[in-house]
Nanobody, 131 residues
Framework: QVQLVESGGGSVRSGGSLRLSCAAS????????MGWFRQAPGKEREGVAV?????????LYADSVKGRFTISQDKAKKTLVLQMNNLKPEDTAMYYC???????????????????????WGQGTQVTVSS
């Protein structure tokens, strides 16, 4: 069983920064696909960024956050991090960490476009950006 706990959300002004963390516990095998997703009120869930845990360092980002957000991982602490810079009001949402331990490289993409592939989800952390 995998448990994910997010932290680091808050309220900032436009142009500000926040750093989200996702602490993972349980069995997280190497090559687990992990990612950040967000959902704003009245909108569909949107993939933000993904990375293969303990993998080759490859990452994928949604076009809306490229150049502003960076996903990284602390392997020793089993923590996934999302550094968010130059935040905009449209980034306001509940942010969720997710994991797909069944991911096998080459079988299907580790991508923010496929949230249904992720079996485990955290409870979310709120990010609010004011103009």
């Amino acid at each position: 069983q995998v448990q994910l706990v997010e932290s680091g959300g808050g309220s900032v002004r436009s142009g500000g920064s926040l750093r989200l963390s996702c602490a993972a516990s349980g069995y997280i095998p190497s090559d687990t696909c992990m990612g950040w997703f967000r959902q704003a009120p009245g909108k569909e869930r949107e993939g933000v960024a993904v990375a293969v845990f303990d993998g080759d360092g490859s990452t994928l980002y949604a076009d809306s956050v490229k150049g502003r957000f960076t996903i990284s991982q602390d392997k020793a602490k089993k923590t996934l991090v999302l550094q968010m810079n130059n935040l905009k009001p449209e980034d306001t949402a509940m942010y969720y960490c997710a994991a797909d331990p069944a991911y096998v490289s080459g079988a299907y993409p580790c991508s923010p476009q496929f949230p249904s592939n992720f079996d485990y989800w955290g409870q979310g952390t709120q990010v609010t950006v004011s103009s």
